[in-house]
């Protein structure tokens, strides 16, 4: 039976983990029509995750690889409290999908406050199997790819069990602690590892720049960080909506289930131009500009 390949097999990541992403977030899905109206090709750049569990990021990276994506260039926010990297498919061509990766960085908060989150990891941790999903991994790379079968089981599992919050709520106190300190990271405990935002490629659909396809959005409604990151002309320019404020439940001190008002997920847009002396498009991330869509998450209580 026929292999699929890496390149395959992150195709249909990608698929279904856009689609995971459009079920959560309408602003995806307006943003969809509004390049659909364009007649634009609605290309994702790449996807975002951020998680305070350095397990699940390991694993992350190994089911990357089975897709083709490593880990190439590192980025610090030590005013977010995050330490990120790429996963970028080997090479020059700028246009292959991507992940940026934010691993929150336990270091930097205070012990008892750390405590609580890795409490939370561990119990998000017990409530997921992951041992057939490592096994598809070994498999992939020992093969070079999966057949069909094997397939469907690793884009189900990395996309609806490791990209998740499989276990109990978080509690109120620890989201309301982390936030305190970051509230990046107090949005990555409320969203688990899913993909926080989605980055649209601006001349795919169908605009001229980065200013234009923003006008366009801000006439349809969407709310957008005040700024584009990245001056006119330069290699790399991005700006976000506003990640909507969502019911979140927690546990509270008692036990029982309440809601939170938390920020979890948004919609990017960016354009990539040529790196100066240099013959290709930029591929990867500037912190700078990095560091100002992170606040399109932000969960402040």
């Not at 270091?107 to 406050?113: G, T």
């Not at 992951?130 to 599992?157: K, S, W």
Request: glycine letters at 6%; a neutral charge; one cysteine or more.
């Amino acid at each position: 039976m026929k292999v699929l390949s890496p390149d395959r097999l992150r195709d249909r990541f990608v698929e279904r983990a856009t689609a995971r992403f459009a079920r959560h977030v309408p602003d995806f899905v307006a943003l969809q029509q509004l390049v659909a109206d364009r007649g634009g090709t609605f290309r994702n750049d790449h996807g975002a995750i951020r998680t305070a569990d350095p397990a699940v990021r390991d694993l992350f990276v190994r089911a990357a690889n089975v897709l083709g994506l490593e880990r190439e260039l590192d980025y610090d926010f030590p005013a977010k409290k995050l330490k990120s990297f790429d996963l970028q498919v080997p090479g020059e061509d700028a246009g292959q999908f991507k992940i940026f990766v934010s691993q929150v960085d336990l270091h930097a908060f205070p012990e008892k406050v750390a405590a609580m989150v890795r409490e939370d990891c561990a119990e998000q941790a017990d409530a997921v199997d992951h041992g057939p999903f490592r096994d598809l991994i070994e498999r992939a790379v020992r093969d070079g790819g999966l057949r069909e079968a094997e397939a469907e089981a690793f884009v189900a599992h990395f996309t609806e069990r490791l990209m998740n919050r499989n276990g109990p709520p978080l509690k109120r106190a620890t989201l309301e602690a982390v936030a305190a300190v970051s509230g990046e990271a107090a949005s990555a405990l409320a969203l688990g590892p899913d993909f926080n935002h989605v980055t649209i490629d601006v001349r795919a659909a169908g605009f001229k720049g980065i200013e234009e396809m923003a006008a366009a959005m801000r006439a349809r409604g969407f709310r957008l960080l005040p700024e584009i990151q990245g001056a006119p002309g330069t290699k790399l320019r991005q700006t976000a909506t506003l990640a909507a404020t969502m019911d979140t439940p927690v546990r509270e001190a008692d036990g029982c289930i309440g809601t939170a008002q938390t920020e979890k997920q948004f919609v990017e847009i960016i354009e990539r131009s040529r790196v100066e002396r240099h013959d290709r498009i930029f591929k990867n991330f500037l912190a700078a500009n990095a560091e100002k869509i992170f606040d399109a998450a932000s969960t402040k209580l």
